[in-house]
């Protein structure tokens, strides 16, 4: 059975600090993986879609590698932003559906 | 676009009540899916429809019926609910590779 874990649980930055999130996951058969961000008590919103033959993907200030053999990703926010607050997910394809991980709460102060 | 349609937003409903949840997009998907998501856990998959049909169901309580009318719609129709039902319902859908996420309907069961 497939297990995705993030690390930190937590995080809480000053503005304009570099941050690393990280996400692992147990089986590296996978079709894909995706980074999503959740504010509260809303939806998700896709930020990045890594193919498992891709080894990164960048947009903007996001990007995010993946390392299939070890699995694992890391999802790299420069510059962070007050408005960068929310929940960060990760999300492993194995097949047909999504196995999200436990999610990183991000707490970006001005 | 890339537009996931949920209605409503937030639903209030007794237990011996029956309501349909609605999700709708227009970018021609071919897969939809039913996700549950309890209060700072991640998303759990419900309900995988492909091609208009019901493909995976996570051996979810039959008071949750799932329906795909066209391979624009899909619905949750909901009935004899229990508390411990109440959460965030997430309608996703997905070509290809990525997916798409509604803004979820926050349903409380009393």
């Known amino acids: 059975k497939q297990e995705v874990t993030q690390i930190p649980a937590a995080l809480s930055v000053p503005e304009g600090e570099n941050l690393v999130l990280n996400c692992s996951f147990t089986?590296?058969?996978?079709?894909?993986l995706q980074w999503f961000r959740q504010d509260p008590g809303k939806g998700l919103t896709s930020l990045l879609l890594i193919q498992s033959s891709q080894r990164e993907q960048t947009s903007g200030r996001l990007n995010a590698s993946l390392d299939k053999s070890s699995g694992r990703s890391t999802l790299y926010i420069a510059a962070s932003q007050p408005g960068d607050s929310a929940t960060y997910l990760c999300?492993?394809?194995?097949?047909?559906?999504?196995?999200f991980g436990t999610g990183t709460r991000l707490l970006v102060s001005p | 676009d890339t537009e996931v349609t949920q209605t409503p937003k937030h639903l209030v409903m007794g237990m011996t009540n029956k309501k349909s949840l609605k999700c709708e997009q227009h970018m021609g998907h071919r897969a939809m899916y039913w996700y549950k998501q309890k209060a700072k856990k991640p998303p759990e998959l419900m309900f995988v429809?492909?091609?208009?049909?019901?493909?995976i169901n996570e051996s979810v309580p039959s008071r949750f019926s799932p329906e795909c009318p066209n391979s624009s719609l899909l619905n949750l129709h909901l009935h004899a609910l229990q508390p411990e039902d109440s959460a965030l319902y997430l309608c996703a859908s997905e070509q290809g590779e990525e997916a798409f996420f509604g803004q979820g309907t926050r349903l409380t069961v009393v």
């Open positions: 089986d590296s058969a996978i079709y894909n």
């Open positions: 429809y492909s091609y208009e049909k019901l493909s």
């Open positions: 999300a492993v394809k194995p097949f047909q559906k999504l196995v």
